[in-house]
């Protein structure tokens, strides 16, 4: 068995490649096997994505679970990346928003969202962590944390390094993604996940 730090270092290395792996055969179990596109192509990004579930918040949050006053609101990140739409998710100073479970494996190591932060001069952080099921095991492991301004923007590729839990070979887990506001008046839309998929 490889050295979880090892594994975390391969899977970074792919996130920075920039190489845009084509749409083919999943490489997850079941019905694992989401639509894919380049949804940040037109910010550099040629990696293939997958919109998670509800993830431009168009079906009322189904699967999504809001505390400390998280809620869905009218909106839409303006490039309608994911398609027309009008609502986000709201997270106001101390509200934490948990995703519905996301289907992942090892070649699953980044998402990506629109955010926007309309706190005065942009103070506050949005944290990301990740709750990992894979092989009967769940643990929690923080992701990254990003600061935005007024208007809405891409973040990063966040590394889900959570994957270094799943099974080495083949194995398939899921994923749900806590949004925290920590400070700061939050709006997020159409989050993606980059499964890496290959031919």
């Known amino acids: 068995m490889r050295h979880p730090a090892a594994i975390v270092a391969a899977l970074l290395a792919l996130a920075a490649s920039g190489v845009a792996a084509a749409p083919g055969t999943s490489d997850l179990a079941g019905a694992c096997q989401p639509a894919l596109t380049q949804a940040f192509r037109p910010w550099l990004d040629p990696a293939w994505y997958a919109l998670a579930p509800d993830g431009g918040f168009e079906l009322g949050g189904a699967g999504w679970e809001l505390g400390d006053g998280a809620s869905l609101g009218p909106g839409n990140e303006p490039w309608a990346v994911s398609g027309a739409g009008g ?15 996301i289907c992942i494996g090892l070649l699953h190591p980044t998402v990506r969202l629109f955010v926007r932060n309309a706190a005065p001069l942009g103070l506050g952080l949005l944290a990301v962590d990740a709750e990992v099921t894979a092989a009967g095991v769940t643990t929690t492991v923080p992701v990254g944390v990003v600061t935005a301004g007024g208007r809405f923007q891409p973040t990063p590729p966040l590394p889900l390094l959570a994957n270094v839990t799943a099974p080495l070979q083949g194995g398939t887990g899921s994923v749900r993604l806590r949004f925290s506001a920590l400070g700061g008046s939050w709006e997020l839309d159409d989050l993606y996940v980059d499964p890496f998929k290959t031919t």
């Not at 609502?87 to 479970?101: E, F, R």
């Open 87 to 101: 609502h986000v998710l709201a997270l106001p100073a101390g509200a934490t928003a948990w995703s519905p479970p």
